[in-house]
C-alpha cells in the first residue's frame, strides 16, 4: 500500500526516490508521462503517482505569481526511468502529427525545459521541505489500474469466447486443416472476367434498344400525316380514371396494373405501354396524335426485347414533339406541385443521343429596356437552357450593357464543364442579375467569338459543335462586323437568337444573323413558351447525325429515376430515331430517341462481393472521371424527413472518393481505358467517419467495351488477396443448410431469382435449396459460392448445438450476459442463436436489412466483421450501437463484441469468418466495477476503486468513445466532448493521435446573412411589406391558374404554375448545400500499452492513468475527478466545412482535369438545309392574360423591396 493522505512530503519522496529524485513541475516545463510496458515486475517499476494541489509556502515556491523561472507551484512527479526508453512514438505513418488545444503546458519548449532543469531540480528540493498534499487529492497506483485492467479483460475474455463460440469454431476449421486450401486471387484476371461479364449484359440492352430504332423509323416510313386524325390511346395521367358520375374521362380508359416485383413493386402492365405528355403539350394536337399512333408499332418490339431478355427493365421512346411511351405502361404521378413536369426532351439521354458534344457561349442582354418581366424571361430562357446541356459539354454564360460582364468573373476566357455544379451556380449567379444602360451587342459577340475560337484552338473542349445563345430584345446595326470578322464565311459557330417579349421590331435582325449562321430564331413571348423555344436549337444541332443516318450509342452518367420517382442510380443506353423519307433529308428530322435503362445495382451484381472479400470491392467510373458506382458514393441526403438526390450527386469525381496518393495516376489510367494494376495506402473510414482502418489496397482495373465506362476492383493487402477453399458433399452440406437458425446475405446472388416470375417469390435460401435437390432445374445459380456456402454450413453447424446448450443451462433471467450470438462467414452465412426471447433483446434490427451496417450488404460485409478482421489474432472488437448523450438519454444501449476466425495453410493466412455476441450493457458495467474492486494482496477493503468519489472511471474504446461511465448520460460519446483536458493529453504524449479525413460529398449549411434587429424600429413598415409580398405570390399564382384556363393548351395552367414554382425554387435559401469538409478521427496507438501523467489545470493538477484491457480494443482510463480543468476547451470529432480563399477557389473552379471525348462528332453536312431556321412563335389565345398577371410578378416583389 501506499502513503495515506496526509502523509507528508517525506512519505511522497520515498518512493519517487526508486526511480530518480522527485522534480518540480514548471509552468513551461513538459507534461509529466510514462509509457508503461508490461511485464512481471511492471508494479516494482512504476511507482504510484501521487499529484499534489499548489500550496503557498515559503521560498521560491510560495505563491503562484512567482517571476523569473515562472514557477506557480511543485508536484513531486517521478522523472522517467531510463531504463524504460522514451515514450514510443506513432507505429503509422498514416496519421497527422497531433495537435493540442486550449491552455496546457507548453511541452513543444524543449529547448527552455533544457536550460530550466537544473534550477527546477534546486527549486523543488527548496520546496519539499515546506509543501504538503492537498487533502483528498486521490492517489492512482498505475499498477492497480493494470491489475483492473487485466482482471477485466480476462472476465470480458471468458464470457465472449464461451457465448460466441470463437474457440469452437478455429478447433472446427483446425480438424479439417488437412483438407483446405488457401488461394491467391489473381486481380487482373477477375477484373477482366467481370467486364466480360458485363459487356455480355450491355450488349443485350444494346440490341433491344436496336431492334426499338428499326421499328419506329420503318412506322414512320409506312406512315402518313393526317391532320384530322382522331385516335385514342392510354394516357398515362389518365388511364383508370372517373368522373364525377364514375364514367372513364376522356383518354382514362381502363388499364389493367398489377404490381412487378421487377420494377421496384410498381403497379405495371407488361402487355402494353402507356404515354406521358408534358404539361405543355396538348393532348390532341395533331402532330401529338400522329406521331403516337405511328409509335403503336413498338409495342410488340417492346414485349419481344423483355421476352427475350427478362433482365430488361424499362423501355422508352421519347417524341421530339413532346410526347414519351414508356413500357411497361403505368400510371403517371404528378409532382409534388400536383403538376407533370416531366419532359423527356431535356433529360440527359435525349440530348446526348440526339446531338453531338457542344461547346456552347450563352449571351444575354441587361441593357435598361430588358427589365420587368423581359428580363424574367431570360433568365427562365437561360436556366432552360443550361438544362439541355451534360458533362461532355462546356459552356459560358456572358451579360452585357454598356459593356460585357461574365456572371462568373472567375471563369473569364474560358468554358467550364457543363456538369450539375457549374450549371447550378450559373443558374443562381444570373438569378441575381440587375438591368441598365445601354445593349452593346458587338463587344458581347465578339467576346463569345473569341472564347469559342481560343478553345478550339488550344485543343480544349468538346471540339465539336460551337454555339453561341443570343438573348435580347432587340439588336441594333452593329453585330455584321462581328460575324463578319470571326464567322464568315466558313460559318463553324452556330448562333442561336432568342428575342424576349411581344415586340417584334427587331424580329429581322436576330433571324437574319440566326440564318446566316446556321442558328435558329425563336420569340419567347411568356415563361410557358421557353421550353418549347429552346428546344428548337437541339433539331439543328442534330441536323448532321440524323442526313449522315449515323445513330451511335450514348451512355450516360449516373442519375435517379425521375420517370418513376425512384432513387435508385441509373444509367441509360440510348439511340436516336431519324426520318427516313426522302423528301426530308436535307431537313434532318429528328423523331426522337429510343432507350433503355440499367440498373447500376444490377451491373455491380456482376462483381460478386464474396470473391472480392472482406474490405474488397468494384466500382465504375465515366470517361469523364466521374463515379458512376462505388461502395463510397452517397448520392443522397436527408432533407428535413425525405431522402433527396444531392445537387451533384453525379459529378463525384473518382480522386474525390479514392483519396490515395496515387488516386490521379488511377484516374487517369482509367480514363484512358488502360488495362493494369497499382497499389495505394488508404485511409477507410467506418461507422459513419468515427473510425478508420489504415490498410493497403491493390487495385486493378480494365474498360467494357462499346462504353465510356471503366471498371475497377480492389483487394485488400493481406488476408484479403486469399481465399479460403474446401470441400463437402452436396447431401452434408445440404442437412446443415437447413437449420433454422441459418440465413443468406439477401443481396448476394446465389441464385438468380428475378427472371423467372416464379422464382421472384423465392428467397435465396429457398432457392439454393431447389436448386441443390433438383426440384428446379431451370434455376441459374453460381455453383463456386454454393461450393464456398455447402463447406461453410458444414464446419458451423456444431455452433448451433453449442448455443443451443448454453441457453438451456442459463435459464435464470439474472444469469443472463448475452442476448444474441452470431457468426458470419466469407459466402455470406450468417448464423445467429438468441438467449432470450425475441421481444427482450436489446437491438432487434441487428443483423437485420433495417440495420446496413450489421448486415451483409451488395458491396460491402458487415462493420463487425471488417473491424473484427483487422485486430490482432484472439483480440476482440467492442462496439456500441445507438449511442447514448444528452439528446438519447435514457435510450438503450447496445454492445457487440465480434473477433475474427482465422486459418493458416503454408504460411498464408486467410480470415474465414467472423463471430461475435451481442452483449447486455448492465453485464458490462457489472463485470466492469466488480474487476475494479480488486486490490492484489492487500489485505483488508482495498484502498482504491472506480466507485470511491475521488477516482473517475472510464471504459474507452481505441477510438475514444466512452462504453462506460459513472454518469449514463456520457456512455457512447467522445471522451474529448466529456473531458478535452484528457484528450488533449493524451494526444500530447502519443496514446491517440489524431488522423484527418476529408469528405468531398458533404452538404452544409449555407451562410446566413444576418440583418439588423433594428431594421423593424426603424421601418415600421417593413413587416407589413414581407406579408405583402408572400399575399402578391399567392395572388398571383391563382392568377396564373385562372389566366390559362380555358386556353386551347389544356394544360398551359398547370406548366404556368410549375414555371412559377420553378422561378422561386433557387430563390429560398437551400437548407443544405454540397461542400468539402475535413473531420478528425482519433486512434489509439497500440504500441503505448499504458501510460500515467498529470494535467496542468491551472491551481491544480488531474492525474490520469490509462491501460490497455488485454484481448481487446478497449482502454481503462483512471483519473483525479478532484482537479478543476474546465479551462480546456472540448476535444470534438466534428466536421469542419472547408472555406477555400477566392484565390484557391477560383483556381479550383477553373481546372480542367483530364477527360476522355466520346469518340462521335457531327457538327455539319454539306446537304444541310440551313434555311430552316425559324420564325415568330405561336402564342397562346389567352396570351394577354398570360401577360397581365406575370408582368404584375416580376414587377411588384421589386416595388415591394
Request: overall charge negative.
Amino acid at each position: 500500500m501506499g502513503p495515506q493522505p496526509g502523509t507528508g512530503a517525506a512519505a511522497l519522496l520515498e518512493p519517487a526516490a526508486q526511480v530518480g529524485r522527485p522534480l518540480c513541475r514548471a509552468e513551461k516545463g513538459p507534461p509529466t508521462h510514462r509509457a508503461l510496458q508490461p511485464g512481471p515486475d511492471w508494479g516494482l517499476r512504476n511507482p504510484r503517482l501521487a499529484p499534489t494541489r499548489k500550496t503557498e509556502g515559503s521560498g521560491p515556491c510560495r505563491g503562484s505569481g512567482q517571476t523569473g523561472l515562472g514557477v506557480r507551484g511543485c508536484s513531486f512527479l517521478s522523472r522517467p526511468d531510463p531504463s524504460r526508453g522514451a515514450l514510443p512514438r506513432s507505429p503509422r505513418a498514416h496519421p497527422e502529427p497531433s495537435s493540442t488545444h486550449g491552455r496546457m503546458p507548453s511541452h513543444q519548449r524543449p529547448q527552455a525545459w533544457a536550460s530550466l532543469r537544473k534550477t527546477a531540480v534546486a527549486l523543488c528540493l527548496l520546496c519539499s521541505t515546506s509543501l504538503s498534499p492537498a487533502r483528498g487529492q486521490a492517489r492512482i497506483p498505475p499498477e492497480t489500474v493494470k491489475l483492473w485492467a487485466d482482471t477485466f479483460g480476462g472476465d470480458l475474455y471468458d464470457t465472449v469466447t464461451k457465448y460466441s463460440g470463437s474457440l469452437l469454431l478455429q478447433k472446427k476449421y483446425k480438424d479439417v486443416e488437412p483438407s483446405l486450401k488457401i488461394k491467391e486471387v489473381d486481380g487482373l484476371a477477375l477484373v477482366k472476367k467481370f467486364s466480360e461479364a458485363m459487356e455480355t449484359m450491355l450488349r443485350r440492352k444494346v440490341a433491344a434498344v436496336q431492334n426499338l430504332v428499326e421499328a419506329a423509323e420503318e412506322a414512320d416510313l409506312n406512315h402518313k400525316f393526317n391532320e384530322s386524325l382522331v385516335f385514342d390511346y392510354y394516357n398515362a395521367a389518365l388511364v383508370n380514371e372517373k368522373d364525377a358520375s364514375g364514367a372513364p374521362v376522356e383518354l382514362g380508359a381502363e388499364f389493367v396494373l398489377a404490381a412487378n416485383a421487377h420494377f421496384g413493386n410498381l403497379p405495371v402492365n407488361t402487355s402494353l405501354s402507356s404515354v406521358q405528355l408534358h404539361a405543355n403539350v396538348y393532348n390532341k394536337d395533331p402532330d401529338i396524335l400522329n406521331g403516337i399512333y405511328m409509335s403503336e408499332a413498338l409495342n410488340p418490339v417492346f414485349v419481344e426485347n423483355f421476352r427475350r431478355d427478362p433482365t430488361l427493365t424499362w423501355q422508352y421512346f421519347g417524341s421530339s414533339t413532346g410526347f414519351f411511351r414508356i413500357y411497361p405502361g403505368i400510371k403517371w404521378t404528378p409532382d409534388e406541385n400536383g403538376v407533370i413536369t416531366f419532359d423527356c426532351r431535356n433529360r440527359g439521354w435525349y440530348i446526348q443521343a440526339a446531338t453531338s458534344p457542344k461547346d456552347m457561349v450563352i449571351v444575354v442582354d441587361a441593357s435598361g429596356s430588358m427589365k420587368g418581366l423581359r428580363l424574367a424571361i431570360a433568365k427562365h430562357a437561360v436556366s432552360t437552357i443550361l438544362d439541355t446541356l451534360g458533362e461532355n459539354d462546356f459552356v459560358n454564360v456572358i451579360w452585357y450593357n454598356d459593356y460585357v460582364h461574365y456572371v462568373e468573373p472567375c471563369f473569364k476566357g474560358i468554358l467550364v464543364q457543363a456538369d450539375r455544379d457549374n450549371r447550378e451556380h450559373f443558374k443562381q449567379l444570373v438569378d441575381g442579375l440587375m438591368v441598365k444602360g445601354v445593349g452593346a451587342v458587338g463587344r458581347a459577340l465578339s467576346e463569345a467569338f473569341q472564347i469559342l475560337q481560343q478553345f478550339q484552338e488550344a485543343g480544349q473542349g468538346s471540339l465539336c459543335h460551337q454555339a453561341i445563345m443570343l438573348i435580347t430584345d432587340g439588336a441594333v446595326e452593329d453585330y455584321e462586323p462581328v460575324l463578319e470578322k470571326y464567322n464568315w464565311p466558313h460559318r463553324k459557330v452556330r448562333v442561336f437568337t432568342y428575342l424576349i417579349g411581344k415586340e417584334v421590331s427587331f424580329a429581322d435582325h436576330l433571324k437574319w444573323i440566326a440564318c446566316n449562321n446556321k442558328g435558329y430564331y425563336a420569340q419567347i413571348s411568356t415563361l410557358a413558351d421557353a421550353q418549347e423555344s429552346v428546344m428548337e436549337y437541339l433539331h439543328v444541332l442534330s441536323r448532321p447525325k440524323v442526313i449522315n443516318h449515323e445513330h451511335g450509342l450514348t451512355w450516360t452518367e449516373a442519375y435517379t429515376d425521375s420517370k418513376t420517382q425512384s432513387l435508385a442510380l441509373l444509367t441509360t443506353v440510348a439511340m436516336p430515331v431519324f426520318s427516313k423519307k426522302n423528301e426530308t433529308r436535307s431537313h434532318g428530322i429528328l423523331l426522337g430517341v429510343v432507350g433503355s435503362d440499367v440498373a447500376l445495382r444490377e451491373l455491380m451484381k456482376l462483381a460478386p462481393q464474396y470473391k472480392l472479400g472482406v474490405h474488397g470491392y468494384a466500382f465504375l467510373n465515366t470517361n469523364n472521371g466521374y463515379i458512376l458506382s462505388h461502395p463510397d458514393l452517397r448520392p443522397l441526403y436527408r432533407d428535413e424527413k425525405k431522402l433527396k438526390p444531392k445537387p451533384n450527386y453525379n459529378s463525384v469525381d473518382l480522386s474525390e472518393v479514392e483519396q490515395g496518393e496515387l488516386a490521379a495516376t488511377l484516374r487517369t489510367a482509367m480514363i484512358n481505358r488502360e488495362t493494369g494494376s497499382l497499389s495505394m495506402d488508404v485511409k477507410v473510414p467506418l461507422d459513419r467517419g468515427k473510425r478508420v482502418l489504415f490498410l493497403t489496397n491493390d487495385y486493378f482495373f480494365t474498360d467494357i467495351s462499346d462504353t465510356p465506362f471503366s471498371l475497377g476492383v480492389v483487394l485488400s493487402r493481406g488476408h484479403g488477396e486469399y481465399v479460403l477453399l474446401g470441400s463437402t458433399s452436396v447431401e452434408e452440406g445440404l442437412h446443415d443448410l437447413l437449420h433454422p437458425d441459418l440465413s443468406l446475405a439477401s443481396d448476394w446472388i446465389y441464385c438468380v431469382t428475378d427472371i423467372d416470375p416464379e422464382h421472384r417469390k423465392l428467397s435465396q435460401l429457398e432457392a439454393v435449396v431447389r436448386f441443390l435437390t433438383r426440384q428446379d432445374p431451370a434455376l441459374e445459380c453460381d455453383e463456386e459460392l454454393l461450393q464456398e456456402l455447402l463447406f461453410d454450413a458444414v464446419v458451423t453447424a456444431p455452433m448451433e448445438a453449442h448455443w443451443t446448450a448454453l441457453s438451456l443451462n442459463t435459464s435464470d433471467e439474472s444469469q443472463r450476459v448475452v442476448d444474441m450470438a452470431f457468426l458470419g462467414t466469407r459466402a455470406g452465412l450468417v448464423r445467429s442463436s438468441l438467449f432470450v426471447g425475441s421481444e427482450k433483446v436489446s437491438d432487434k434490427r441487428l443483423l437485420t436489412p433495417a440495420d446496413e451496417a450489421s448486415s451483409f450488404a451488395l458491396d460491402r460485409f458487415p462493420l463487425w466483421y471488417r473491424q473484427a478482421a483487422e485486430q490482432p489474432a484472439g483480440s476482440m472488437v467492442f462496439n456500441l450501437y445507438s449511442a447514448g448523450g444528452p439528446e438519447n438519454a435514457g435510450k438503450p444501449t447496445v454492445v457487440t463484441v465480434s473477433t475474427a476466425v482465422a486459418v493458416t495453410v503454408d504460411n498464408r493466412t486467410a480470415v474465414a469468418a467472423a463471430v461475435g455476441v451481442q452483449m447486455r450493457m448492465e453485464f458490462l458495467q457489472r463485470t466492469f466495477w466488480a474487476a475494479t474492486r480488486q486490490c492484489g494482496a492487500a489485505e483488508g477493503p482495498c484502498p482504491e476503486s472506480c466507485q470511491d468519489s475521488d477516482l473517475d472511471c472510464f471504459v474507452i474504446d481505441n477510438n475514444g468513445f466512452i462504453l462506460i461511465s459513472e454518469r449514463p448520460q456520457e456512455v457512447g460519446r467522445f471522451l474529448g466532448e466529456v473531458d478535452g483536458a484528457l484528450m488533449t493529453q493524451l494526444l500530447s504524449v502519443g496514446v491517440f493521435s489524431r488522423v484527418t479525413l476529408y469528405d468531398y460529398q458533404a452538404m452544409c449549411k449555407p451562410p446566413t446573412h444576418h440583418h439588423s434587429a433594428s431594421q423593424p424600429l426603424v421601418s415600421p413598415i417593413s413587416a407589413l411589406l414581407t406579408a405583402a409580398r408572400w399575399l402578391v405570390n399567392e395572388l398571383l399564382l391563382l392568377l396564373l391558374e385562372w389566366s390559362t384556363w380555358g386556353s386551347w393548351r389544356g394544360d398551359s395552367g398547370a406548366e404556368a404554375r410549375t414555371v412559377f414554382h420553378h422561378s422561386h425554387k433557387h430563390k429560398k435559401q437551400a437548407v443544405l448545400q454540397p461542400c468539402d469538409t475535413t473531420y478528425p478521427v482519433f486512434v489509439h496507438q497500440t504500441a503505448i500499452r499504458g501510460a500515467d501523467g498529470a494535467v496542468e489545470c491551472g491551481g491544480c493538477q488531474k492525474a490520469f492513468v490509462i491501460q490497455q484491457i488485454p484481448s481487446s480494443n478497449l482502454l481503462l482510463l483512471v483519473t483525479d475527478p478532484a482537479c478543476d480543468c474546465s479551462i480546456f476547451p472540448p476535444v470534438l470529432q466534428e466536421a469542419t466545412e472547408v472555406k477555400y480563399n477566392a484565390t484557391v477557389k477560383c483556381d479550383k473552379m477553373r481546372s480542367q482535369k483530364l477527360r476522355r471525348r466520346p469518340d462521335a462528332c457531327h457538327a455539319f453536312h454539306p446537304e444541310e438545309n440551313a434555311q430552316d431556321c425559324g420564325g415568330t412563335s405561336d402564342a397562346s389565345a389567352s396570351l394577354p392574360l398570360h401577360l397581365l398577371p406575370l408582368g404584375a410578378w416580376a414587377l411588384l416583389p421589386q416595388l415591394l423591396q
